[in-house]
Every structure is written in structure tokens, then in C-alpha cells.
């Protein structure tokens, strides 16, 4: 069987993907219980396998083996296609992202721009889930959820805007293949095309943690003030998809953050690039969101929206204006 | 009644698996996921209901989109239309909304016999305008549809049109700072 073939390729990279979203939204559960464990001098989970290595499978028996409750006053619609549409999203945006040069499900010209598209959709999962559930803390979160992703778009929008300037293209595999050789190439150490490349990169990195509810700014599923959010209704595997869902979400934007600014499946020597150099870049990438889950306290509502409104949005704005006055001014010399 | 033999279907279910009867079938699908959501947007008593119904739609319009071989287009639709309308609608549904439940409305007698009448009439504008209209021919492809065929002629071809959204969306903006800091000072 060929595996270039059109139909073939397309069922593989689609088997593959899903099966790599749910691999990770597991283990990387456990990663995050792990790190808690040991930033607060506890152990984490122990008990099933070595090093709790087996905790996802138990975790995830027990959750299908729960009843999917749907509670009376809920709107049953609303509170069933909430799931499906944090998830899918995620899914769909997994098959443009290049893992090397050639293991990419689907490279398409406008990879960037429908990575971003479904992101879009996530937040309306998230909104309808809160709203469908008819409980007050899920109403609030849902409003939260809201004002936080419209607040946090628009500068990471802005700072991927000016990296698509630079490479002038919205090919990922395109990005990365830009920053071919030693790490100074990469866009984060790029200085000759733009002043603030490294400004940029934390910008965009703090925008990725708000956009996908990562403490500090989890204000949508603060456990102490909402118990769980737009989530609290949900019980068994309505509640494991949404789990599922915001692991994928922090997987891609990790991603992201590697394609645009890390260089991609780029070795940092310029030898033996490959897909591993990506994974190892995108988990150190997640350890380091899970780092700063468990350091760092959650910020108060309006800190957060401050911090976008007041400060990013602006750093953004001047990171925009500086590129391209950089790239006119290299045209002209 | 239409006579139907075993050549008939096995004629009919070869023509599905063709090139042309499955794009045929992709279409009809993008077709139904438009109606079941416009369907669902319209009929439901619920607000944040109809934006998950228009939201369904818009992406079936995407599709449609997709299909014609404009995935820029596609993808703007659904970035811009589902992720950014459908969310600011409802962030307005809940703004304004506090109650969930009596959505009845007045009902009027006269509701149904005008509302059918304003549907006959619509069907049959719409039949005439189906059968007299002179249709233009099917316009050729002026470009690959392609991200840098949209920039160029934005940019050299539509560029007047451009600097006007864009002087519209400025007003849109500095409207709403007007409003909102209006509504500041009162407080």
C-alpha cells in the first residue's frame, strides 16, 4: 500500500494526530501532577505502575466508567455539543503542524492562518459550555473565558503578524526551513529583522498561556472562587474531553511558540535536524508551562485584563511599527 | 412513480464514485450543514441557541468555500465570522439577557397568515427571478485564489475600497471609545 497516496495519507495522518492529542492530554496530566508534586516536596502519583507511570489508563478507565450525567435544568443541545467543540478544533489544528520536513499531516500554504481560525473556535465551546450548564459559577466563567480570549488575541495576533512580515509566508514548514542552521538563526535570536524578536517571543508566550486558561491567568476554572468553571456541570468523559481538549491546546500552542520562534525541527548546530529536535523543544516548552502553573499564584481579573489591554497590546502595536520601518529601511540600503 | 431497475441503480451508484458524484456528495453536505444551521439559528426560542446555529452555518459556508477552491476565504470566514462575530454576539446576549426562560413574546393572531403570505410572495419572487433573470455567464478564474493574488490586488486593483474599510473600521473604533468613555463619566 502506498502511503503517499491521497486517501491513505489522509487516514493515517488523521488516525495519528488523534491518537497523539489523547497520548499527550494523558501523560501530560501526569507530567503535571509529577511536577506539582515535587515543586511542593511531595512525591505525585506512586501507586499504579512504576513512578505512577500507569495513573493515566486508571484515570481514564474510571472516567469512562462514570455516568455521563445531564443535569434537569441544563439545555441538553447546548450542553452536549460543548465537548465536541473544544476538541475538534484542537484536532484539526494538529494536522498542519510540522513535526520535520516531511512528517506533516497535511502542509498547506495557509497553515498559520487555519491553526489560528479553529483556535478561534475553542473559546465558543468553552462559552457554550459554561452558558448551556444553567449554574452560576459555570455563567461567570463563561463571561470570563470570553473577555480574557478577545483581550488576548489581539496581541498575539499583532506579534505573529510581524514574524509573518519577516518570513513572508504562512507556511509553518516554510518558517521553519527560514531558520535553517545554527541557533542564531532562529526568529527569537533574529535581531536583524527585528529589534524586539525576543520581547516578541515572551509576548507571545504569555498570550498563549492566557488564550489556553494555563495558571496564573486560569481565571475561567479558578478552583477556589468558581469550583471548576465552565466544567462544573460535566462528569465522566464530557469532562475528560474537555481536559482533553486544553492539553491539545497547550500541545499546539507550545508548537507554535516552536515553529515561529525556536526553529522548528531545526537542529541548534545544524546537523541531524529532525522530528526529534521538535519534540524536545515542545516538551521542554510544556514542562515550562507547567513550571510556571505551580510557581506562580493566579492573578486577580482585572490584573489580567490590564496586563493585555495596558501593556502587551502596546508592545505589540510597537513591535508591529519597528519591523516593518526595520524591513523598509533594509530595502533601502 | 418512477420505474426503477437494477441498471438504473447500478448505474446511478457508479456515477457516485466518481470524481464529479462525490464532490457532488461533499457540496450536498456543505449545502445541509448551511440549512440544518440557518434552520436551528431561526426556529429556536433560545438567543445564545440561535448564535450556535448561525455559527454551525457560518462554517458550512466555509465549506462551501473551501470547495470553490478559495481556502483563504474559508478560513477568514471561520476566524472572522465564528470566532470573532458569534463570540461578540453572545458576549452581548449575555450582557443583556438575565433572564433565560419567558421568550414567548406577544402572539398575534394575524402572525400566521402573514407570515405565510410573506413566504408565498418570497417563493414567488424568487421563482420568477429564477426563470426571467438574465444570468450572467459563469465568471473565469481570475487568479489561483491564492494568500498573494488576494494581497496584490487588494493592494493595487481594490486599493481605494481597502482604504475606505479600513476608514470605516477606524470610525467603528473611535465610536465606540466615544461611547464607552461617555458612559464612564456618568457613573
Known amino acids: 500500500m502506498n502511503l503517499q497516496s ?20 494523558a501523560y501530560l496530566v501526569w507530567v503535571e501532577r509529577k511536577g506539582a508534586g515535587h515543586i511542593q516536596r511531595r512525591i505525585g502519583p506512586k501507586e499504579v505502575g512504576p513512578f505512577g507511570l500507569l495513573q493515566p489508563l486508571a484515570d481514564g478507565a474510571k472516567l469512562m466508567s462514570k455516568q455521563l450525567l445531564v443535569p434537569k435544568g441544563v439545555d441538553p443541545v447546548l450542553f452536549k455539543v460543548a465537548p465536541i467543540l473544544v476538541l475538534v478544533p484542537a484536532i484539526m489544528s494538529f494536522v498542519t ?17 487555519m491553526i489560528f481560525a479553529f483556535a478561534s473556535v475553542n473559546v465558543l465551546g468553552i462559552l457554550i459550555g459554561g452558558w448551556g450548564s444553567r449554574n452560576k459559577y459555570a455563567v461567570i466563567s463563561a463571561v470570563r ?15 505573529v503578524l510581524s514574524i509573518v512580515m519577516v518570513s513572508h509566508t504562512l507556511n509553518l514548514n516554510e518558517i521553519v526551513r527560514q531558520q535553517a542552521g545554527f541557533f542564531w538563526h532562529w526568529n527569537i535570536f533574529r535581531l536583524d529583522l527585528s529589534l524586539l524578536m525576543p520581547v516578541s517571543f515572551l509576548v507571545f508566550f504569555v498570550c498563549m498561556l492566557a488564550e489556553t486558561n494555563r495558571a496564573p491567568f486560569d481565571m475561567a476554572e479558578a478552583e477556589s472562587e468558581l469550583i471548576a468553571g ?40 545544524g546537523v541531524a535536524s529532525g522530528w526529534w529536535w521538535f519534540l524536545i523543544k515542545l516538551y521542554a516548552l510544556i514542562w515550562s508551562v507547567v513550571w510556571i502553573r505551580w510557581t506562580y499564584p493566579r492573578t486577580q481579573f482585572y490584573g489580567l485584563l490590564n496586563l ?9 502595536f510597537v513591535n508591529l511599527i519597528l519591523t516593518s520601518a526595520q524591513m523598509k529601511l533594509d530595502n533601502l540600503f | 412513480m418512477i420505474p426503477l431497475t437494477l441498471a438504473d441503480v447500478i448505474y446511478w451508484f457508479n456515477a457516485l464514485f466518481t470524481a464529479e458524484g462525490l464532490a457532488g456528495v461533499v457540496f450536498l453536505c456543505m449545502m445541509a450543514t448551511v440549512v440544518a444551521g440557518a434552520v436551528f439559528a431561526v426556529t429556536s426560542a433560545r438567543l445564545i441557541r440561535s448564535v ?27 476566524l472572522i465570522y465564528v470566532g470573532a462575530v458569534c463570540i461578540t454576539i453572545s458576549f452581548a446576549i449575555m450582557l443583556a439577557e438575565p433572564r433565560q426562560e419567558d421568550q414567548g413574546g406577544r402572539k398575534n393572531a394575524m402572525l400566521w397568515p402573514m407570515s405565510a403570505g410573506a413566504a ?8 420568477m427571478l429564477a426563470g426571467k433573470a438574465q444570468w450572467p455567464a459563469i465568471p473565469t478564474r481570475i487568479n489561483n485564489g491564492s494568500l498573494e493574488d488576494v494581497g496584490i490586488s487588494l493592494l493595487t486593483t481594490y486599493s481605494m475600497v481597502f482604504e ?24
Do not use: H
Open chain 1, 6 to 25: 491521497e486517501p491513505v495519507w489522509l487516514l493515517v495522518s488523521l488516525v495519528a494526530v488523534i491518537a497523539f492529542a489523547a497520548l499527550n492530554a
Open chain 1, 97 to 113: 503542524i510540522p513535526f520535520s520536513e516531511t512528517l506533516v499531516g497535511r502542509d498547506i500554504n495557509l497553515g498559520l492562518l
Open chain 1, 145 to 159: 473565558a470570553v473577555s480574557q480570549n478577545i483581550a488576548y488575541e489581539v496581541p498575539m495576533l499583532v506579534i
Open chain 1, 230 to 269: 465552565a466544567f462544573t456541570e460535566y462528569s465522566g468523559m464530557g469532562f475528560g474531553v474537555f481536559f482533553m481538549g486544553e492539553y491539545a491546546n497547550i500541545v499546539i500552542g507550545c508548537a507554535l511558540a516552536v515553529i515561529l520562534f525556536l526553529g522548528g525541527w531545526q537542529c541548534p548546530f
Open chain 1, 308 to 316: 493585555s489591554w495596558k501593556i502587551l497590546i502596546p508592545i505589540a
Open chain 2, 52 to 78: 450556535t446555529g448561525l455559527a454551525l452555518c457560518f462554517i458550512g459556508v466555509a465549506g462551501i468555500y473551501y470547495f470553490l477552491n478559495s481556502p483563504f476565504v474559508a478560513l477568514m470566514e471561520i
Open chain 2, 120 to 127: 408565498v410572495l418570497l417563493f414567488w419572487g424568487l421563482t
Open chain 2, 164 to 187: 475606505l474599510i479600513s476608514l470605516v473600521l477606524l470610525v467603528a473604533i473611535i465610536g465606540s471609545i466615544v461611547l464607552a468613555r461617555a458612559g464612564r463619566s456618568k457613573t
